[in-house]
């Protein structure tokens, strides 16, 4: 059994090494078999043509590739622009909705741009945008709509509340002189500068020169005056409330405003 | 071209167009590639189909060619791939135990003879039964090892196994070649 393992062993190493000449002469004399004369032509046809076909085919595609690639960004952000930024000038007043008591103070670009404001405010100023001080409600009741129809879709504008309310609180008392500038006014005024000025926050605490509360709507600028007082700042709140009763004339106060002198 | 070139070389220069650098090459390589296809598949309708494939993505890849192995290696993995997806599609093979089986039936009344002698065209014969009798793994690796001289390394390269699995494959496969053949 042994003998005959160990046989085995030898022949099968002469196989692997090739020595096995008995069973290799067999092998070769197996049908030798070959592809026929239309499976050679197939072939052959197969490699001329891979070899007539341009290379530069391939190199062209891949040489416009990032070419293409860089065109359609472009297309996409100039998309993005042209559909955003008419929105974006649709927006204040719905801004001024989504987030009416984050724009209890201004930026230093809102001061900027509130000044001109102020100026046009002077001038005889187109209706449709300012809300009249003799018929206060309408804001409000008008904003809801407006927040319903532009709330859900526009994502950009919701990142805007977060900075703008860090800004109020950074600077709770900085409501002082009120000069002039309609609510609806100042709205685009508190839109480019929530977009424009992300570090506007940290120069919020310096005392505004301005009552930035002439651009709430009434309810919320007379809680800033209530919180003044809270906080005794009663000639500002004072003030306030006189500024107040300039821009509502008909406004009917709450009792514990309406005899504060 | 130069028939001292290698089939590495040649293949290079097909890469870069050479189109008779790639008749050389197939005129080397048809005969071994179609027998090593067709032994492994034992039809000659698929071994057909097989063997044009491989050579269509030998072409195909021929820009990424590099002489990182022999050519024929390289060669024989594109078709061991496609056999190996045949057999994939194709239903479960017949396993060894039931081959042999079917083997010794067929040949149970003409073993019977006492007094005969093999003839060349009968050695031959049993040869083939005992090669279509292997195991798919076995046979390819008895296919490679005597229709290339492919060594265990390569085998074992190409079939994307271990060195010793070929061996063992190997052993199996000759000693029931053996044995068929000294019935």
Same mark, same amino acid.
């Given at each position: 059994?042994?003998?005959?393992?160990?046989?085995?062993?030898?022949?099968?190493?002469?196989?692997?090494?090739?020595?096995?000449?008995?069973?290799?002469?067999?092998?070769?004399?197996?049908?030798?078999?070959?592809?026929?004369?239309?499976?050679?032509?197939?072939?052959?046809?197969?490699?001329?043509?891979?070899?007539?076909?341009?290379?530069?085919?391939?190199?062209?595609?891949?040489?416009?590739?990032?070419?293409?690639?860089?065109?359609?960004?472009?297309?996409?952000?100039?998309?993005?622009?042209?559909?955003?930024?008419?929105?974006?000038?649709?927006?204040?007043?719905?801004?001024?909705?989504?987030?009416?008591?984050?724009?209890?103070?201004?930026?230093?670009?809102?001061?900027?741009?509130?000044? @001109? &404001? %102020?100026?046009?405010?002077?001038?005889?100023?187109? #209706?449709?945008?300012? =809300? $009249? *001080?003799? +018929?206060?409600?309408? /804001? @409000? &009741? %008008?904003?809801?709509?407006?927040?319903?129809?532009? #709330?859900?879709?526009? =994502? $950009? *504008?919701? +990142?805007?509340?977060? /900075?703008? &309310?860090?800004?109020?609180?950074?600077?709770?008392?900085?409501?002082?002189?009120?000069?002039?500038?309609?609510?609806?006014?100042?709205?685009?005024?508190?839109?480019?500068?929530?977009?424009?000025?992300?570090?506007?926050?940290?120069?919020?605490?310096?005392?505004?020169?301005?009552?930035?509360?002439?651009?709430?709507?009434?309810?919320?600028?007379?809680?800033?005056?209530?919180?003044?007082?809270?906080?005794?700042?009663?000639?500002?709140?004072?003030?306030?409330?006189?500024?107040?009763?300039?821009?509502?004339?008909?406004?009917?106060?709450?009792?514990?405003?309406?005899?504060?002198? | 071209?130069?028939?001292?070139?290698?089939?590495?070389?040649?293949?290079?220069?097909?890469?870069?167009?050479?189109?008779?650098?790639?008749?050389?090459?197939?005129?080397?390589?048809?005969?071994?590639?179609?027998?090593?296809?067709?032994?492994?598949?034992?039809?000659?309708?698929?071994?057909?189909?097989?063997?044009?494939?491989?050579?269509?993505?030998?072409?195909?890849?021929?820009?990424?060619?590099?002489?990182?192995?022999?050519?024929?290696?390289?060669?024989?993995?594109?078709?061991?791939?496609?056999?190996?997806?045949?057999?994939?599609?194709?239903?479960?093979?017949?396993?060894?135990?039931?081959?042999?089986?079917?083997?010794?039936?067929?040949?149970?009344?003409?073993?019977?003879?006492?007094?005969?002698?093999?003839?060349?065209?009968?050695?031959?014969?049993?040869?083939?039964?005992?090669?279509?009798?292997?195991?798919?793994?076995?046979?390819?690796?008895?296919?490679?090892?005597?229709?290339?001289?492919?060594?265990?390394?390569?085998?074992?390269?190409?079939?994307?196994?271990?060195?010793?699995?070929?061996?063992?494959?190997?052993?199996?496969?000759?000693?029931?070649?053996?044995?068929?053949?000294?019935?």
């Amino acid at each position: 059994m042994n003998s005959g393992n160990s046989q085995f062993e030898r022949d099968f190493e002469s196989f692997l090494s090739g020595d096995d000449a008995r069973l290799e002469a067999l092998y070769r004399k197996l049908p030798h078999a070959e592809p026929d004369a239309r499976l050679d032509s197939a072939v052959h046809a197969l490699a001329q043509r891979a070899v007539a076909q341009p290379r530069t085919h391939m190199r062209t595609r891949a040489r416009w590739l990032p070419v293409s690639a860089a065109a359609a960004v472009v297309l996409i952000a100039a998309g993005i622009v042209l559909r955003i930024g008419p929105q974006m000038q649709q927006r204040p007043a719905a801004l001024q909705e989504t987030a009416p008591s984050a724009t209890l103070q201004s930026t230093p670009a809102a001061k900027m741009e509130s000044a @001109p &404001a %102020a100026k046009t405010q002077s001038e005889p100023a187109p #209706a449709p945008s300012s =809300p $009249a *001080p003799a +018929a206060p409600a309408p /804001p @409000p &009741a %008008a904003a809801p709509e407006l927040r319903k129809s532009e #709330a859900a879709p526009k =994502p $950009a *504008p919701r +990142a805007f509340p977060a /900075p703008v &309310a860090t800004m109020r609180e950074a600077a709770p008392a900085a409501t002082t002189d009120a000069k002039s500038a309609t609510p609806a006014a100042a709205a685009p005024m508190r839109m480019k500068r929530a977009m424009t000025d992300s570090a506007g926050a940290q120069t919020l605490a310096a005392p505004a020169a301005q009552d930035g509360n002439v651009t709430l709507y009434p309810e919320h600028w007379l809680a800033n005056i209530r919180q003044m007082l809270r906080d005794n700042q009663r000639e500002e709140a004072l003030r306030s409330l006189a500024e107040f009763r300039k821009r509502y004339p008909d406004y009917r106060l709450p009792d514990d405003l309406r005899d504060l002198r | 071209m130069d028939a001292a070139h290698s089939d590495e070389k040649l293949m290079l220069a097909y890469a870069r167009g050479d189109l008779r650098a790639f008749d050389t090459l197939y005129a080397r390589s048809r005969g071994m590639l179609y027998r090593y296809i067709l032994r492994s598949v034992t039809d000659r309708a698929v071994a057909d189909e097989l063997f044009q494939e491989t050579w269509s993505r030998l072409i195909a890849a021929r820009e990424r060619y590099r002489v990182e192995a022999k050519f024929t290696t390289w060669l024989l993995q594109i078709a061991h791939n496609l056999v190996v997806d045949h057999f994939r599609r194709a239903r479960p093979q017949a396993g060894a135990e039931e081959t042999e089986a079917v083997m010794r039936e067929l040949d149970a009344p003409e073993s019977d003879l006492p007094d005969r002698a093999l003839s060349d065209f009968e050695e031959r014969r049993r040869l083939q039964l005992a090669l279509d009798g292997l195991p798919a793994e076995q046979r390819e690796a008895f296919v490679l090892r005597m229709e290339s001289g492919l060594g265990l390394a390569e085998i074992a390269q190409l079939t994307g196994t271990g060195q010793e699995t070929v061996k063992s494959r190997l052993r199996y496969a000759f000693a029931k070649i053996r044995e068929r053949l000294a019935e």
